[in-house]
């Protein structure tokens, strides 16, 4: 079943569908900035999920737009994770070139993310790398789920953001995959 969300401010108007688990996986996304829609393009992908996005953003910059995608592509998540059977905890090492970054993700009530991304430009096309460490902490905090993003090895910014979020979609789609007892020593999933 997929998950809704809207979200209307003066600064964004974005609307979401994402389903997990999908007969026919596939993404629509069309949101004004093409490098942070091109990356949700990859993690859907790589998560086996249909995600749909529409997303229009205030004239200021980027941020507000990608922590507003977060934030609603988050609560979906959670939604989601409620309604699936699930294993928990998803990981995922993944190279790109010379690019290498391990992802992990626990479902686990708790929205917390730590990353180590060291970006070695500071844009890319015209997108501020620093709002992709904002992106992550938003999702991890509306999921309620903990991520850890590392590098271990980066030769380029794009690859590191694409391997970045190929990585992400990854973890997810193993730790949201079903498996039989409890994926907690406590007896509740959340």
Known sequence: MATRRERKTRETEISLLLDTAPEKPA????????FIGHM???LAHHGRW???I???GDEADDHHLVEDLALLLGSALLEEAKTVSRSRYGWCALPMDGTLVLAAVDISGRGSYTGDLPFPVAVCRGFDLEL??????SLAREAK???HLRALAVDNSHHLAEAAFKGLGRAFRQALEGEEG??????AWL
């Open 50 to 52: 249909s995600l749909v």
């Open 54 to 56: 529409r997303g229009r």
């Open 40 to 42: 949700l393009t990859l």
């Open 182 to 187: 409890e994926p907690s020593s406590k007896g």
């Open 145 to 147: 789920m903990t991520i």
């Open 27 to 34: 993404s629509d996304i069309d949101v004004d900035c093409g």
């Open 132 to 137: 992709i460490d904002e992106f992550f902490r």
